[in-house]
């Protein structure tokens, strides 16, 4: 695991990261599509992002996945690709973007925004539970994706990528022995709420709101990021069967995710 931490370090220093080659950055440019989303970062909280940089780089480099074991069963990668992985870490990105994989010249990233994880610090958050919740979830992203690349997608097989990868990230990130937790009846009401706009997602053929439902299938709150809710909660229902399911790949997996019946 490799840090570059050049640009949050210009922040600290004082620099003018407008006024620097940091702002061109391809980080800025790969966020969203064609659209450039630097934005200046406030310099009152330089002191909050430089603990946060700091304590993040600790928990980092002493980093064990949420849920080890059953991580390690399911990804046979999972030990390669925490080794090899690079973490970018940022300022001046919209705090919505806390955490994410980009890749750059066919190379996959881990991005980090210290302002946003300043953000949670100052709402009370534990730090070090952030950091690990977002490096399983996003080195599950890389572990996926080595072994099932996602290439020339249309609008279906999107679905089936980003409900196959976004229910594992969740799923393994929720909470600590995830294995052993009990659902209760609100899970079952967001799974088939999730499934339901899914399933109306799959079915759609006007192309502006198939565009409105691929930005809505994994952005927004938590549990309204509708492919990611139901794949998290359809895996979370058959938690035994995990490694299976996931070597399958995510082609067709959206059917299976539809068809489930919650019991």
């Known amino acids: ?147 099932y690349p996602a290439e020339s997608l249309n609008y279906r097989t999107y679905f089936e990528c980003v409900a196959f990868h976004e229910g594992f990230a969740h799923l393994l990130s929720y909470k600590e022995n995830i294995g052993q937790y009990i659902m209760g009846p609100e899970y079952q009401a967001r799974f088939e709420d999730a499934r339901a706009l899914l399933k109306a997602a799959l079915n759609e053929t006007d192309p502006a709101r198939q565009a409105e439902y691929k930005t809505a299938a994994n952005s927004g709150k938590y549990w309204d990021k509708f492919a990611a809710v139901a794949s998290m909660c359809y895996l979370m229902k058959n938690i035994s069967s995990l490694k299976c399911i996931y070597e399958r790949g995510w082609q067709n997996y959206t059917d299976a995710v539809i068809a489930y019946i919650w019991e």
């Open 1 to 147: 695991m490799t840090f570059d931490a050049h640009i949050v370090d210009a922040y600290i220093a004082g620099k003018e990261i407008s006024e620097s080659s940091n702002s061109s950055h391809w980080i800025y440019d790969a966020i969203e599509p064609g659209k450039n989303v630097f934005m200046i970062p406030d310099r009152n909280r330089i002191t909050e992002v430089a603990h946060c940089l700091q304590q993040t780089m600790e928990v980092c480099r002493h980093f064990t996945f949420r849920n080890e074991r059953l991580v390690h069963e399911v990804f046979a990668n999972a030990t390669k690709i925490k080794n090899q992985c690079e973490i970018i870490f940022v300022v001046g990105v919209p705090v919505m973007y806390d955490a994410m994989v980009r890749e750059y010249e066919d190379v996959p990233y881990i991005i980090f925004n210290m302002m946003s994880f300043a953000d949670y610090v100052a709402r009370g958050h534990d730090l070090g539970d952030i950091v690990r919740n977002f490096l399983t979830h996003e080195l599950i992203h890389l572990m996926i994706g080595a072994v």
